[in-house]
């Protein structure tokens, strides 16, 4: 935000500047640049603009009179009498010079700044949102584009509507010819909003999961949801692999609609995949193309992944044997893999977990080179409304056939997950515990040399120390 003044976000937002000193002051005061956004006062820098917002249990005014002592200027939907309530404060603030900022509704003038921004963008814009996938989608597409090209995209997890108009008020602070925005929703309206902010000039919805059905309720009102992120100006690339996105080819609005997977009649896609223990390799097919690509992670859903990758590099013009050799270098922000000092591999994919995402990692694990006992260590799923039971157990179900032999579970959802896995898989040893006490002392018992373990569950089942106390050694 180095080039946006305090008067051009009044402007962007339609909001009423207010100097604590005096109108006298306002003026100058309003030429000055700002260098961030910040919704956390305990993080706010010298410069920024904070963004109080109301939450579940708390409203982030209550923490303005602190946040200006770095802050350059602050959004408020309250008079500043509410927001200095004593005599100690109002003075300070007026000594000071807080500049505020009247709007009408704080969340809405961040996504404006956002989208003010964007529009002075002028490189192509990617939008990246599904059920499963977003964010692996999102590095390996930039990731490819970055073989030939310098790539903006969001910084760690800013993908809500929150993060996104973060992520875009910092698009012009460095140059980038592209530009790769994450998109995640979890509420009914949310990717208006997002649309609105990031307005993707190309966009990929990944699949129709069941995340968060506690608020969704239906697989097709995600669909409907996710796919508000093209408009009638957007290139959209959807998974061939996901049925309930192949239903909506003719229906849906897109300037232009393309199919990547392993399907044999998607416009973009993978044949003759190879695993090799660390990765896997595949022939990346377009029309008369075909190039050979390998990536060093394995599973069907990361070729699908860099099949888009791939893809929207060669829709742009790119080189597709650079955007390979780009991908041969791809490094995962999850599913990583640490050791344990009994020489045991973790796979940690403790981030986050939904039902397709679950499965997807099952197939990883089972697929794993290691010639010792495969352990799947799994924990309860949330946000999954009135299918809570019935989606754990549909990932017990797809333990049949799987090379896993030891499956531990944590929680009480889980133990529907271990029982039909169980089923599914007679052969499979299964422990299921109320407390991660409990796994981490059979784990650090019974993992031995040569054996892999996936971890894996909701980021509020805290499977992280798991992680870190079957690793705390090499660490």
């Known amino acids: 935000m180095k080039n946006i003044t305090i008067r051009d976000i009044e402007r962007a937002t339609e909001g009423t500047l207010i100097c604590m000193k005096g109108e006298e ?4 005061a309003a030429e000055q640049r700002v260098s961030d ?13 904070f963004v109080p917002l109301a939450g579940e249990n708390t409203d982030g005014h209550r923490f303005l009179p602190g946040a200006m002592k770095k802050a350059a200027v602050a959004f408020t939907s309250l008079d500043p009498e509410q927001l200095y309530p004593t005599e100690e404060l109002m003075a300070e603030a007026v000594e000071r010079g807080d500049l505020l900022i009247r709007v009408k509704d704080t969340e809405k003038a961040l996504q404006d700044v956002g989208a003010y921004i964007r529009m002075q963008y002028e490189p192509t814009v990617i939008g990246v949102t599904g059920s499963v996938g977003k964010t692996t989608t999102r590095r390996m597409i930039s990731t490819a584009l970055s073989s030939t090209r310098e790539v903006y995209e969001t910084p760690g997890n800013l993908n809500s509507r929150y ?3 973060i992520t875009t008020s910092r698009m012009l602070d460095q140059p980038s ?18 649309q609105y902010v990031a ?16 608020y969704f309720g239906t697989r097709e009102v995600i669909r409907s949801e996710k796919l508000k992120v093209a408009s009638q100006d957007t290139v959209l690339f959807l998974n061939a692999d996901d049925p309930m996105l192949r239903e909506v080819k003719g229906h849906v609005t897109a300037k232009e609609l393309y199919y990547y997977g392993l399907a044999g009649d998607a416009e973009y896609r993978a044949d003759n995949l190879r695993g090799d223990g660390d990765g896997v390799a595949f022939d990346y097919c377009h029309e008369e193309k075909v190039i050979p690509v390998r990536l060093p992670v394995a599973g069907d859903h990361n070729v699908r992944n860099a099949v888009v990758a791939m893809a929207i590099c060669d829709y742009l013009g790119m080189d597709p ?10 490094q995962p922000m999850r599913q990583l893999t640490k050791r344990t000092a009994g020489g045991a591999v973790v796979i940690d994919d403790t981030y986050n977990a939904s039902p397709d995402s679950v499965k997807a990692a099952l197939k990883v694990l089972s697929d794993h080179a290691s010639k010792g006992v495969h352990w799947a260590v799994l924990g309860d799923m949330f946000e999954l409304g009135s299918l809570e039971k019935e989606l754990h ?3 017990g179900d797809a333990f049949a056939g799987l090379n896993i032999q030891r499956l531990v579970t944590v929680g009480t959802l889980a133990k529907a997950l271990a029982a039909h896995a169980k089923e599914a898989l007679p052969e499979l040893r299964v422990d299921s515990f109320d407390t991660l006490s409990d796994a ?15 971890l894996k569950a909701s980021h509020g089942m805290h499977f992280d120390e798991i992680v870190k106390q079957l690793t705390e050694e090499e660490q």
């Open 25 to 28: 002051e306002e003026g100058e």
């Open 37 to 49: 956004i910040c919704i956390d006062s305990r993080i706010i820098k010298e410069g920024d603009l």
């Open 163 to 165: 993060g996104v108009p």
């Open 177 to 194: 010819e592209v530009a790769v925005l994450e998109m995640g929703i979890d509420r009914i309206g949310e990717m208006d909003i997002l």
């Open 199 to 214: 307005r993707p000039e190309i966009a990929v919805c990944t699949m129709i999961g069941v995340c968060h059905m506690e």
């Open 321 to 330: 044997e650079a955007a390979a050799k780009g991908l041969s270098e791809f």
């Open 393 to 395: 157990e549909s990932v």
């Open 440 to 454: 981490v002392a059979l784990l650090k018992n019974e993992l031995g040399s040569g054996d892999v373990a996936l």
